[in-house]
């Protein structure tokens, strides 16, 4: 449209002249880094993404404080657990509450377990449920395809945006329960569950280690949520089948008969995160609980490709 | 096909036609399911003009609409649009394309701007210092500057729908599709459409809207589209539009009874109107019919063409299709101005 038309005998220069078809300029995109940048920003301005963020915060600094509380009265064993500590937690080895409960170390790391087993896939499937299928009722989606972002690049966006909720999430997690642990117990309890001292670079190597892990894990949720999403438009049908999924595989897992499935099934890896408390660090769980996700990943991905692709916009 | 602009067209860069049309289709079809929603359409939308869409509710405008802009895939037929081949090549065109299909689409926990701004990050021609100038301008446009940090919920019908339409012109486009731009609005919100639309036509938009208002179309077109139970039941200028069906010729004359006769004895059927006579224009030509009454003594004070009303000719083609598309078919639609 820079060069004026022969024909072009009326309007002002500003305006688009009536050019003739031939003269339509190569293939223009919007770049990338300006759509993760909307995107992002739409995510973080929703109220109910800040609201459960803020509810993520919350619990690492309630059961740092609960526990802190229950172990100064009365200095009794609880070996109950704060409420909320998941069958990760309690799993076979020593109850990982007891004693450094409320350290720096171990608070952020059960609070993330905890998490891990609803809350956390919850909040992805909540971003997933709205990034594709909110998007589709609002008849956003839409503006998008029209401006034009291709399909393809679209679900590159809304993947981006929901790993940056997975890893905000689980960062979160464990920032505020570090941070708990800190003020609650300062430098002390930083030790492995073989008794050995732990570094604060090494506490934070660990804890850095774990936010990847975790967010691999939510990604392989949210893949398969953004192709749920890519099939509905109603972002519950998302959050409820995600989470009806993760139900069903954690009864699945209880029953033994059914073992030759358990290494399927995606909650599977959670318990492998205990690991990060040993020393030295074991790391086959970790690395088959990665692979998993890594396969959940592509699964889900690949059928919201083939859908967002087909799909009538 | 050739229209005026079609000479000062450059019959380059393979794209074969030469002709300057905004948007074509062939043999369009559209089969949802078993139903077909869109069967055969050949649309033709002149570069620089104004075509109005119309139809009953049901008759195929949006799905064509949306078919035209890639959103949904063709069950058969060609498109092409600004010259490429859709949706094939819809990534290359849409960027010059602005549009509102379906009503407006908004987040409501977002402002009329933020919403806005969300939309404009996405748009290729915008680089990325002139989003915000951008999104000031398109709300200028449509008039909501002043309401532009309200959240979208708060908005009224009206409101929501000149937001849609302020993204569809958020860069410059070339082709504006505009899917019943008037839903919901107020006497005064239409006649601000009404203006935004003559405001593009002047600058050499193509506009593409459609309508089941025929007051609409009729205030605002160039030329017109009918589509009927997804079929195109007529096509062309306006004016031509509106001067089929039987063409009727008006003269005005104080000797009625006379010139009727005098018509009939030349075997051209005429009858009485209140203040001369209706002439059919079938089988003979004005200047003829004057001719014979002035011959036979009959006083002509005036004679002018009538024009039906849209409502007249839409009527008639969506309820007595068969007489009027052979007619109508041969009209060839004329490049504006």
Request: glycine fraction near 16%; proline fraction near 3%.
């Given at each position: 449209m820079t060069t004026p038309h022969p024909a072009a005998t009326?309007?002002?220069a500003t305006a688009p002249g009536p050019g003739v078809p031939a003269e339509l300029p190569a293939r223009r995109r919007a770049p990338l880094g300006r759509l993760l940048r909307a995107e992002?920003?739409?995510i973080f301005r929703r109220p109910r993404t800040l609201a459960v963020l803020a509810l993520l915060a919350a619990l690492p600094v309630i059961t740092g404080v609960a526990v802190d509380l229950t172990l100064d009265g009365g200095g009794a064993p609880v070996d109950t657990g704060p409420p909320g500590a998941g069958p990760g937690a309690s799993d076979g080895g020593p109850p990982i509450f007891v004693t450094m409960a409320a350290s720096a170390f171990v608070l952020p790391l059960g609070s993330l377990m905890t998490l891990l087993m609803l809350l956390l896939p919850l909040t992805v499937a909540m971003a997933s449920g709205d990034a594709l299928a909110g998007e589709q009722s609002h008849g956003t989606l839409r503006g998008w395809l029209l401006a034009p972002v291709s399909r393809g690049r679209l679900l590159l966006v809304k993947a981006a945006g929901?790993?940056?909720v997975a890893l905000v999430a689980s960062g979160l997690v464990v920032t505020s329960g570090m941070v708990t642990g800190l003020v609650l117990?300062?430098?002390?309890?930083l030790v492995s569950m073989s008794g050995t001292e732990l570094s604060m670079a090494d506490v934070l190597g660990r804890l850095g280690l774990a936010v990847a892990w975790a967010t691999l894990y939510l990604m392989a949720v949210g893949a398969v949520a953004l192709a749920i999403s890519a099939f509905t438009e109603h972002p519950m049908v998302v959050v409820v089948s995600v989470l009806g999924g993760l139900i069903v595989s954690v009864v699945l897992m209880q029953i033994s008969a059914l073992d030759w499935l358990h290494p399927f099934l995606l909650p599977s890896s959670l318990t492998s995160l205990v690991d990060l408390i040993r020393d030295p660090v074991s790391f086959d769980g970790l690395a088959e609980g990665a692979f998993r996700a890594g396969c959940y990943l592509v699964i889900g991905m690949s059928l919201a490709y083939a859908r967002i692709t087909t799909k009538a916009g | 096909m050739t229209t005026a602009r079609a000479e000062g067209a450059v019959p380059e860069a393979g794209n074969g036609s030469g002709t300057a049309l905004a948007a074509r289709t062939r043999a369009l079809r559209k089969v949802y399911r078993g139903t077909v929603a869109v069967d055969g359409v050949d649309l033709e939308v002149p570069e620089g003009a104004v075509v109005g869409m119309l139809g009953p509710n049901g008759s195929g405008k949006t799905t064509t609409i949306r078919m035209l802009l890639g959103l949904v895939q063709p069950t058969e037929g060609e498109i092409e649009l600004l010259g490429v081949p859709v949706p094939e090549a819809a990534e290359q065109v849409l960027p010059h394309v602005g549009a509102l299909v379906e009503g407006p689409g908004f987040h409501p926990f977002l402002?009329?701007?933020d919403n806005l701004l969300r939309f404009a990050a996405a748009e290729p021609l915008l680089a990325g210092g002139e989003l915000d100038g951008a999104v000031s301008a398109a709300l200028e446009r449509v008039g909501l500057a002043g309401a532009a940090?309200?959240?979208?919920r708060a908005y009224s019908l009206g409101m929501k729908q000149r937001l849609g339409l302020a993204s569809a012109l958020l860069a410059p486009r070339r082709l504006v599709v505009l899917d019943e731009p008037t839903n919901g609005l107020d006497p005064a919100g239409t006649q601000e459409v009404r203006r935004i639309i003559a405001e593009l036509h002047d600058r050499g938009v193509t506009v593409l809207v459609s309508s089941h208002l025929l007051a609409e179309v009729e205030a605002t077109c160039t030329h017109?589209?009918?589509?009927?139970?997804?079929?195109v039941v007529a096509q062309g200028a306006l004016d031509d539009l509106l001067e089929s069906g039987s063409p009727t010729?008006?003269?005005s004359t104080p000797d009625g009874p006379t010139a009727v006769e005098t018509l009939r004895d030349h075997r051209i059927p005429a009858r009485l109107a209140p203040d001369g006579i209706r002439v059919d224009l079938t089988t003979t030509a004005p200047a003829a019919v004057i001719e014979t009454l002035v011959r036979a003594g009959a006083r002509v004070d005036e004679a002018r063409r009538e024009r039906t009303g849209l409502e007249e000719a839409f009527a008639r083609l969506t309820h007595d299709v068969g007489d009027l598309v052979g007619e109508l078919d041969t009209e060839e639609p004329e490049a504006v101005r």
């Open positions: 009326r309007g002002p992002v920003r739409w929901v790993l940056v117990t300062g430098t002390d309890g | 402002s009329g701007r940090r309200k959240k979208y017109v589209v009918v589509l009927n139970e997804g079929v010729l008006l003269v």
